[in-house]
């Protein structure tokens, strides 16, 4: 390969090439300091600053990334001539070869070209398939590759060699290389070749969905979610979020409303164990993170005591979430050193807090689940010596596009909440870090606040 150029485009393009295995000769007037160091005399060469005609021959690509356009233009009529490409950086009219943008993931490559139209939102688009393809499956490809010619002599039928092509890059094995035991991953794959049968058992990932936002889940759950077999999903997980889901993926929905019962935690175990020892990719998706009032301990140790293979993939709980998008610092130097995460679902688990320390000053709260319980929270709080004036915020729908943040005092607290028909799902932030939001928010409509004499009254009332 022939490299014009020694600036920061051509520094770029040589790491690629390098990348690719490429032997490169260079010509430029002086080297960027990185091209410097990576000139062996080997695989790159400097040449000079010029080139003679009889240096031409021999290069498979010419890539000019900076030169003058006497120099372009000899070099274009010169691989015209020779039938060598020339690639002539953010030039397309003077290009006879474009250079696409590459995600690599060795043996599998990826170009994604815009025919040198658009070549930063090629590399926008590169961005976004690195993120969603994990390095590790370069890794799987190339062990696949390596048993290419046992798997089509045991698998000769087609059909039945791309069902079991497709549980080694989705099931098992890719679970295994993802945990960084390869072994462990070709052992399963040839097992399964010898046994002619990889149904296996199947395998639960616990996965934490989020507040709401979709662009929150994490690539390992969106990993999960497009190769689960079954999800069994909370009612707090937004519905675009399902949308994830393979077409013929089986869903459950296990939300607990009232007045319906819902789905019981025996019910969910039960539901668990049936799938995953029928050989599923089962997905337990949970709002926010799954091991954050989720009960995801008691459905890991179920999983266990089972023998079911289980994982965990963590997700953004609705605590820190909720306050970025209010604009609330959980932490603020000055105003609070500690957070604490409290579920006030009902008055079983409230009546157990322990309200005293609770009451301390700097310090957050954050409570979950707590709509039905504001009143019993300001009670309880001010009685324990916590400031009336303490601020608080509410976040309803946090993260979502119909979010919505109340901010006033504590002692406030229950009727700023019925005069703006604050429901769940809704997080609850009491501390001096609250009042921030006025200030520091940013998502969202207008912060709703204040409770006149009226209000008060009529709230009352109602």
């Known amino acids: ?176 290389i993802a945990a960084g035991r390869e072994q462990a991953s070709q052992k399963l794959i040839e097992q399964a070749l010898e046994r002619d049968d990889w149904s296996g058992p199947g395998r639960v990932s616990l996965v934490g969905a989020g507040p709401g936002e979709p662009e929150l889940l994490t690539l390992r759950a969106l990993s999960r979610l497009q190769a689960a077999d079954v999800i069994v999903h909370d009612g707090l997980v937004d519905a675009r979020i399902l949308d994830y889901a393979r077409r013929d993926a089986e869903l459950f929905d296990v939300a607990k409303r009232p007045g319906t019962g819902g789905v019981g935690q025996g019910g969910i175990h039960a539901i668990l164990l049936e799938h995953a020892r029928a050989g599923a990719r089962v997905v337990r998706l949970k709002g926010g993170d799954p091991m954050v009032f989720g009960r995801g301990g008691e459905e890991l140790a179920f999983l266990r005591a089972h023998g079911i293979d289980y994982e965990v993939v963590p997700g953004v709980t609705a605590a820190s979430a909720c306050a970025a998008y209010a604009g609330l ?84 607290l229950a009727t700023l909440a019925r005069c703006h028909g604050i429901s769940s799902p809704a997080m609850l932030f009491i501390g001096e870090v609250a009042v921030l939001a006025r200030e520091l928010g940013w998502y969202g409509d207008a912060l709703l606040s204040g409770v006149d004499h009226t209000d008060r009254a009529v709230a009352a009332a109602g």
């Open 1 to 176: 390969m022939l490299v014009l150029g020694g600036n920061e485009v051509a520094l770029r393009k040589i790491r690629r090439l390098l990348a690719a295995g490429a032997v490169i000769d260079l010509v430029a007037d002086t080297l960027h300091p990185e091209i410097a160091e990576l000139d062996d005399g080997n695989r790159l060469r400097w040449l000079g600053a010029t080139i003679s005609n009889d240096q031409l021959p021999g290069h498979a690509l010419i890539v000019i990334a900076q030169a003058d356009a006497f120099t372009r233009d000899r070099m274009r009529a010169w691989g015209e001539r020779q039938g060598v490409p020339v690639n002539v950086v953010d030039r397309l009219a003077e290009s006879s070869a474009i250079v696409p943008a590459v995600v690599d993931r060795s043996p599998l490559m990826i170009a994604i070209g815009s025919g040198g139209q658009a070549p930063e939102l090629a590399r926008m688009i590169r961005s976004r398939i690195e993120r969603l393809l994990p390095p590790s499956i370069g890794r799987l490809a190339a062990m696949a590759g390596s048993l290419a010619g046992r798997i089509r002599h045991r698998i000769p039928d087609l059909a039945r060699r791309r069902r079991f092509l497709d549980w080694v890059f989705n099931g098992s094995p890719a679970d295994e």
């Open 329 to 412: 610092p959980l932490t603020q130097r000055g105003m609070a050193q500690s957070v604490r995460l409290v579920t006030a679902h009902c008055a079983r688990s409230i009546d157990r807090l322990d309200w005293a320390a609770l009451a301390a000053d700097h310090q957050t709260l954050a409570f979950y689940m707590s709509v039905g319980q504001l009143e019993h929270i300001e009670t309880k709080l001010i009685k324990q010596g916590r400031s009336p004036q303490t601020p608080i915020a509410l976040v309803e729908n946090g993260t979502r596009p119909d979010q919505r943040v109340v901010v006033g005092k504590l002692q406030d």
